[in-house]
T-cell receptor, first 115, second 115 residues
């Protein structure tokens, strides 16, 4: 069955430290891959996406993600975290469904940033 | 552009009452979605629509109905609300598959409390 896994429910980092949020999926081919961020009380905002081509993608707010086909992963990274990055992060994967690619979301990773 | 808007922002219902949540988008998007977000569960797809007059079930459709009579609007109905439907509901829209623009644009959410 197709699935998306975000193994870390919470991640705590110090401001200025590097960050990596993990996302794994289960699917036989390359799906569409997305990372979204949700600030408290807000809707979701797209950080970056991957459909094909260069496996290292750059997004907004200094985030990047790398698609690794061999590991079925699409991990999100940031070299230096700012306090304003504290939020909920969702990985989403678009699996084909009747000609469409309807996204499935992971359960999210809550990022806590210590000063 | 207002993007994706949702009405109402917050609502309290008693068990057995009915209500309709309205989602509107002004981006001429073909696809629209309704999700519910519960703590630790991420976003789960309730129903979606790939065009005016068409709807399809998502992961958790029971207890909900939808209609897409106009391209810009996607209505989510609860015929007989239950406490298990207490949640935050998000609407999203996106261009069609194959345009490589499959980013979803989210509304701000509707908080529903069923007593």
């Amino acid at each position: 069955a197709q699935s998306v896994t975000q193994p870390d429910i919470h991640i705590t980092v110090s401001e200025g430290a590097s960050l990596e949020l993990r996302c794994n999926y289960s699917y036989g081919a390359t799906p569409y891959l997305f990372w979204y961020v949700q600030s408290p009380g807000q809707g979701l905002q797209l950080l970056l996406k991957y459909f094909s081509g260069d496996t290292l993608v750059q997004g907004i707010k200094g985030f990047e993600a790398e698609f690794k086909r061999s590991q079925s992963s699409f991990n999100l990274r940031k070299p230096s975290v700012h306090w304003s990055d504290a939020a909920e992060y969702f990985c989403a994967v678009g699996f084909p469904s009747g000609g469409s690619y309807i996204p499935t979301f992971g359960r999210g990773t809550s990022l806590i940033v210590h000063p | 552009n207002a993007g994706v808007t949702q009405t109402p922002k917050f609502r309290v219902l008693k068990t057995g009452q009915s209500m309709t949540l309205l989602c509107a988008q002004d981006m001429n998007h073909e696809y629209m979605y309704w999700y519910r977000q519960d703590p630790g569960m991420g976003l789960r797809l309730i129903h979606y629509s790939v065009g005016e007059g068409t709807t399809a079930k998502g992961e958790v459709p029971d207890g909900y109905n939808v209609s897409r009579l106009k391209k810009q609007n996607f209505l989510l109905g609860l015929e007989s609300a239950a406490p298990s439907q207490t949640s935050v509901y998000f609407c999203a829209s996106s261009p069609p598959t194959g345009t490589f623009q499959e980013t979803q644009y989210f509304g701000p959410g509707t908080r529903l409390l069923v007593l």
